[in-house]
């Protein structure tokens, strides 16, 4: 996940806020508020722990073994479907 610093980040709402008719103090205190607010805080900690556990599983053996078998499957499929043509244009008749 990326990291934005809270300053970046009071800027671009303020600036969001700005466009929307606030005018330049009450919108960036309105944009510190939000972004000093335990409720913004707890969504960004819970979106980091929600990255943290995606790129766990996706680094876990179990994952990497079942990604590893998914290939082998698609190969496969991909030989088969190769044959299978290669039976169909050998046996197309001709046209004249």
Known sequence: MRTIAAAKLVDMVAAIMRGG???AHEATLIARR?????EFKARIDAARAAGEAARAMVDSPE???QMARIREDNAEMRREMAEWRAREKASATPTP
């Open 34 to 38: 939000l972004v000093d607010s335990p």
């Open 63 to 65: 994952f990497k073994a």
């Open 21 to 23: 008719g606030c005018d």
